[in-house]
């Protein structure tokens, strides 16, 4: 079993916190944790479950090709016939492939859209006044729907006041800052 407790590369994300410095073969792992969640409902790490079922990723690689070990994970939120099932266990193929225990044999992103963007035709909402609602054309190729995101995105918001950020969230958790400028580095 890969104890990704232990394992270096399972701690990119807190590296990350550390230095500041993050790689985009640690972005590829992460993304597939994200999918692990998604598909199972699970978080990534939770001490309150069996110790087996603890770390999501090392879990998820043991059932991944096990069809009814995987149907079993699947989130029950999640209606699933047999052909969403078929999507669903390339997602978990993916998931599984970027987060290879070796960085060099995750993929990059670009084949992750490669292998997702297929899906996307297949899991659009069948209501077609959902786009009333999101915002989103979901009669656009994927790439064309990014795009426009993006654009959407370079939207002038300069009337917002961000000097005004009073919110009930605080900048940083209450000696988080001195956790990591002290002179002695602990």
């Known amino acids: 079993m890969i104890d990704y407790s232990t394992d270096t590369n399972f701690s990119h994300a807190l590296i990350y916190l550390v230095t500041g410095k993050i790689t ?13 969640e998604l598909l199972t409902g699970m978080m990534a790490l939770d001490e309150d479950r069996p110790e087996e079922k603890q770390y999501l990723a090392a879990w998820f690689w043991h059932i991944k090709s096990n069809k009814d070990k995987l149907m079993e994970a699947i ?22 492939h970027c987060t290879a225990r070796e960085p ?26 959902t786009e009333e609602y999101s915002g989103i054309d979901y009669s656009l190729p994927l ?44």
Do not use: C
């Open 143 to 186: 790439n064309q729907m990014v795009k426009d995101w993006k654009e959407a995105e370079e939207i002038d918001f300069s009337y917002i006041d961000l000097e005004d950020s009073k919110g009930s969230i605080p900048s940083r958790p209450t000696g988080f800052a001195e956790s990591f400028t002290s002179s002695d580095g602990r």
């Open 24 to 36: 985009t073969k640690a972005d590829v792992f992460s993304f597939g944790v994200v999918l692990m």
């Open 104 to 129: 060099n044999q995750r993929p990059d992103m670009g084949h992750a859209v490669s292998v997702l963007s297929p899906l996307v035709e297949k899991w659009k909402p069948l209501d077609d006044d």
């Open 75 to 96: 989130d029950p939120a999640l209606e699933i016939n047999e052909e969403a099932f078929e999507s669903i266990a390339i997602i978990a193929e993916l998931a599984g």
